[in-house]
C-alpha cells in the first residue's frame, strides 16, 4: 500500500484491512481515493461510490462493523462533558433533559433506553450537499455514538439508527441501550 494522504481514507482502509483483511483493503483503495481537500460535492460523490463498493462487496453485517469502525471520534472534552452531566443525574429521563439543555442534539429516555437526535446532518463529508444517500454511509455515527456512550455509561451498549436527513427524514435518530442498567 502506497501513502495514503487522505484521513477519511484511512480510516476507511484501516477499517476494511482489519474487517476483510490487507489483500482486500489493497485492491479496494485504488477505487477509494480521495484528495486530501476535495471539494463538498466530491466528498459527497465519494461517499456514495464508498457505499456502491461496500454494498457489492459485503454482507450488510461486515458493512456496518466497516463503517462503525471507521468513524470520526467525539472529542475527549464533549465526551466529558455529557459523562459529567451523566454523573450528575438521579435518573436516564433527568440525563435525557440535562443532555437537552447542552447540547444541539436532543434527548428522551423510555424505560432504561436513550435516545438522541440531531436536527441536521453533521457529518462533514456530506452535510453540505442536498442528496439523500444509501443507509451505509451513516452508519459511521453510530460507531461514533456507540465509542461515546461506552465511555459515558462505562459499559456496552448496542445502537440503532431509526431515522437519517441523508435518508430524506426531517432529522437523525439513534437507539442507545445499555447493555447493564443505567444510572
Known sequence: ?????????????????????????????TKITL???????KRFEWACNVCTLLEENFDEDTICEIRMDCCCKPSMLHMKKLK???????????????????????????????????????CSDVKHTKGTMSK??????????????????????????????KLGNNRCVIRIESEEKPV
Not at 429521563?93 to 441536521?120: C, D, H, I, Q, R
Not at 453510530?142 to 440503532?160: D, H, P, R, S, W
Open 136 to 165: 451505509t454511509w451513516c452508519l459511521c455515527t453510530l460507531g461514533y455514538t456507540k465509542y461515546m456512550y461506552e465511555y459515558i455509561f462505562g459499559c456496552a451498549v448496542k445502537v440503532e439508527l431509526l431515522e437519517s436527513v
Open 35 to 41: 484528495p486530501k481537500s476535495a471539494s463538498p460535492q
Open 84 to 122: 459529567e452531566l451523566y454523573s450528575k443525574s438521579e435518573s436516564l429521563p433527568g440525563y435525557a433533559n440535562l443532555a437537552s439543555n447542552e447540547t444541539p442534539a436532543k434527548f428522551w429516555a423510555e424505560g432504561s433506553v436513550l435516545y438522541m437526535s440531531y436536527p441536521e446532518c453533521y
Open 1 to 29: 500500500m502506497g501513502e495514503i494522504v487522505n484521513t477519511r481514507v484511512k480510516r476507511l482502509y484501516d477499517s476494511i484491512e482489519k474487517h476483510v483483511g490487507k489483500e482486500k483493503a489493497d485492491t479496494l483503495l
